[in-house]
C-alpha cells in the first residue's frame, strides 16, 4: 500500500485563528491580565487588561488585589438581592467610564444589556462594555441557503455589511447575525434580527428553522489588547429562493445587499480576506455540517474541527 500523500494546508484553519487568537491554554497562561471575580462564586467570569485596571472609575464594590491579580466585586449585602448588587456596581462603573470620556471602545454611547453567562444570578452589562470586563458574549448566527432546482446544488445567501457601520464596514457576513441581548434567547435574536436585517418574518422561519450547534471561541484583539470569550450559536434556514422565501434587505440599515453565492465562492472569499473574521468559523461550520469540507479535502479537518468548539476559559452557566 502506497503511503499518503501530505497535503498542503487549505487555509482554512489559519481564518479560525485569526479571530480565535487567544493561546489554547489561557485560564492558565493568561499574564498580565487580571481575573473577575464575583463573590461569593470564586470561579473566574472574566479577564482584564492592566490599563482598564488602572483606567477604569472602580465604584466601591470592587476591590483590586495586585498580589493575586484579581478584580473582585463583594458579596451583595444581606438586604440587597445578588443580581441587583452586581447590576448596579457594574452599571456605576460604566456610566462613570462613559460620563469620563475614558475608553474609546465605549464611543461615550451607552448600549443594549449582554449577559454574563456562567454567573449564578443574572448580571447584565452594556454591550460596549463587555469586553473591557472580558466577559464571555453571545451571538446568534442564521445561515440561509437555496438549492439549485435542476443540480441540487447548495448556495449560499451572503450578506454585505453596510459601508456606514463602525466595525467591518462593507465586509460580507452570514445571512442574518446578532448579539444575543441578555434577556433574551438565541433563538429570540435569531427570529428578530431575520426580520430586521431580511425581511424573513417570523411566521416563515420559525418553523424552517434548524439550530445546529455553538462556536466557541477566544479573541485578543491586536489594538487594544483586550480578550473575550465568544460563543456563537449557529441555525440553518434553507430556502426555495422564490417569492417571500428570499432576503431582502430590512429595515436597520446594517445590510447592503444579499449575494447568493456557491460553496466554492464562499470558500475563495473568505480566504481572500473578505468576510468578516468571527464569520469564517460560521461558514466553515456549515460547510462541514453540509459535507463540502471532509477528511479527504481538507489536511487539518481534526483540527479545525476542534478549534470551533474550544474549552472556554469563563463558566457558560451556572455552578448552584
Sequence with gaps: MAAPTTRPSSGLLD????????????????HPYYRLILAPDDRVHGYIHPTTIARMPWPPSFSINH????????????STSPSDHANSAFQQA???????????TL?????????????????????????????ATRGAH????????????????????SKTLHTYPGMLDSTVAGGVKASDSPLDCILAESMEEASLPQSLVAP????????????????????????????????????EQVPRLGDDGEVE????????????RMLAGEFKTNVCAVMIDFLIRHGRITPETEPDYVEICMRLQRRLPVPTRSDV
Design 15 to 30: 481564518l479560525i485563528t485569526i479571530f480565535d487568537n487567544a493561546p489554547l491554554d489561557f485560564e492558565l497562561n493568561h
Design 67 to 78: 498580589d493575586t491579580r484579581q478584580v473582585i466585586l463583594s458579596a451583595p449585602p444581606a
Design 94 to 104: 460604566v456610566d462613570a467610564a462613559i460620563d469620563g470620556n475614558i475608553f474609546p
Design 107 to 135: 464611543n461615550g454611547l451607552h448600549s443594549e444589556y449582554f449577559l454574563v453567562p456562567g454567573a449564578r444570578h443574572f448580571v447584565q452589562i452594556e454591550r460596549f462594555a463587555a469586553a473591557l470586563f472580558g466577559i
Design 142 to 161: 442564521l445561515t440561509a441557503y437555496t438549492r439549485d432546482a435542476a443540480t441540487g446544488e447548495l448556495r449560499i445567501w451572503v450578506a454585505r455589511r
Design 208 to 243: 424552517r428553522l434548524r439550530a445546529t450547534g455553538a462556536i466557541t471561541m477566544v479573541n485578543r484583539n491586536p489594538r487594544s489588547e483586550l480578550v473575550h470569550s465568544e460563543i456563537l450559536y449557529t441555525y440553518d434556514l434553507e430556502l426555495s429562493g422564490q417569492g
Design 257 to 268: 445587499e444579499f449575494v447568493l453565492m456557491s460553496c466554492d465562492e464562499v470558500e475563495r
